[in-house]
């Protein structure tokens, strides 16, 4: 069983949705007991930085996610999900959870046909190797939205690279947690390869 982790932000029945197609069992939940008996998590989500990091606190989940992020239960974050693992997001000034140190910068583009937020297909430029993206062709391309993007310290956390005037890190991971910038659950066929991948993830990186 997946947990979906209910914070009040967005895409949460999208991600549901899409795992629902691919038949795998996954409940939408913000019961930390349920998070805890679940095989694998989906850390997903569109909105503020600061309001779901306050959501996530209220709720206990801050910790939650902390504690089986230790243990090794497979991970995955999505966007909004992808920038609060790390240590503090420019949105709000927000202290984040930490999960991996680093932070995440808004995009600054001054050239007139580029807008923010970034929005739309692009490739990724997978620079590690994952389960997670095992028979995925290195030319697919994701769909994007966002104006914030995560930028681990370490960058051996990067596991991919997306270009939008600048290359900025769209996959990112550590041990047992894989995240991604883009959607999988609105990438189509390969982003639906990828969920069906993670569901089978035993957090292992080989």
């Known amino acids: 069983m997946i947990a979906i982790i209910d914070y009040d932000a967005g895409n949460l029945i999208s991600v549901k949705r899409a795992l629902d197609y691919l038949q795998i069992p996954s409940t939408i939940t913000s019961d930390s007991g349920g998070i805890a008996s679940a095989t694998h998590i989906i850390f997903p989500g569109v909105g503020h930085a ?13 910790k939650t996610l ?6 090794g239960k497979p991970i995955l974050g999505i966007c909004l999900g992808t920038q609060i693992i790390l ?6 000034d927000t202290r984040c959870l930490g999960l991996i140190e680093g932070h995440c ?11 923010i937020p970034h929005m739309g297909w692009n490739s990724v430029e997978r620079i590690k ?5 095992d028979g ?17 310290d370490d960058s051996t956390k990067i ?4 270009n939008y ?15 991604t910038q883009f959607h999988p659950e609105k990438s189509g066929v390969v982003g639906l390869k990828v969920l069906e991948n993670f569901s089978k993830w035993d957090g292992s990186l080989c």
Request: with cysteine.
């Open 50 to 62: 600061t309001a779901a990091m306050n959501v996530l606190t209220a709720r206990g989940l801050d």
């Open 165 to 179: 005037k600048i290359d900025f890190p769209a996959i990112v991971g550590e041990n047992n947690l894989i995240a």
């Open 129 to 133: 190797e994952h389960p997670v993206f």
């Open 105 to 115: 910068p808004r995009f600054k583009l001054e050239e007139p046909d580029l807008k």
């Open 159 to 162: 596991f991919g690279l997306c």
């Open 87 to 92: 240590s503090h997001s420019q949105e709000g």
């Open 66 to 71: 902390q504690s089986e992020f230790a243990k």
């Open 136 to 152: 995925i062709s290195p030319q697919s391309e994701f769909y994007f939205v966002h104006s914030y993007y995560p930028k681990p």
